[in-house]
């Protein structure tokens, strides 16, 4: 964990616990200026492990420690998956624009975990990166474009096809757990920012339509489900 002196701009290593995007911190130097340091473990290079999260709890912004079972943390660990299985698309997919949003996708998936790794109490003291509308409308945008090029879908399909076909999927599945996990955090008590589950509510649609489109692009013919009935 951080804390950080805004009249001194000192920044101080409480707990390393943490995952990475939490070392996120806003310094605000002036009204108008926000500047984002990553804390990049360079401080603590010689000591990776602190075992201060060894009897199951770690700390959110903020300093409030809570159990490693919070629904805060399966929230924003299940994120932080998210974005390993995103970079992992990325990773596989020739470079293009697709490569690039998904690039700017890992970076929102960040913002994200910063706001759900605070201390919803003290969140109004702190200075958290958030999200836009623009970065909705990107979405939007993109998933229209790739819609234009690839036949209507007519009925459901079987996923699959072709290894990078189904890692997007598989990206897609993990999205929408992201996303429960959020919703059943905000359904008992917890603070989500609406504008948190908007954000992974489209983004599962625009891994749903990526998949769809680098299958046409691979000319992998789709294979629709076709129910059983006895």
């Known amino acids: 964990m951080a804390c950080v002196d805004e009249h001194h701009c000192r920044v101080t290593l409480i707990n390393t616990e943490l995952p990475c995007f939490i070392f996120v911190i806003t310094l605000c130097v002036f009204p108008d200026l926000r500047i984002f340091i990553p804390v990049n473990y360079t401080a603590m290079a010689q000591k990776i492990y602190t075992k201060t999260g060894d009897k199951g709890s ?90 234009e090029t690839i036949p209507e879908m007519k009925s459901f399909i079987v996923t699959g096809g072709h290894p990078v076909i189904s890692q997007i999927h598989i990206t897609r599945c993990v999205c929408r757990r992201a996303e429960r996990c959020c919703v059943r955090l905000e359904q008992e008590g917890g603070e989500v920012e609406p504008i948190i589950l908007i954000y992974l509510n489209r983004l599962s649609d625009y891994l749903f339509v990526l998949a769809r489109y680098i299958g046409h692009q691979l000319n992998v013919p789709e294979t629709p489900w076709k ?4």
Request: glycine content about 6%.
């Open 58 to 147: 770690t700390a959110l912004i903020g300093g409030t420690k809570v159990p490693k079972s919070h629904l805060r943390i399966e929230a924003y660990g299940t994120v932080d998956e998210l974005s390993s299985w995103i970079g992992l698309c990325k990773d596989i997919l020739t470079p293009g624009t697709e490569t690039a949003l998904l690039q700017e996708i890992q970076d929102r998936l960040f913002t994200i975990n910063a706001s759900l790794a605070c201390d919803p109490v003290k969140e109004p003291k702190l200075r958290i990166p958030d999200l836009k509308e623009a970065d909705i409308t990107l979405l939007e945008k993109e998933i229209d474009r790739m819609n």
């Open 227 to 230: 129910p059983r009935v006895s």
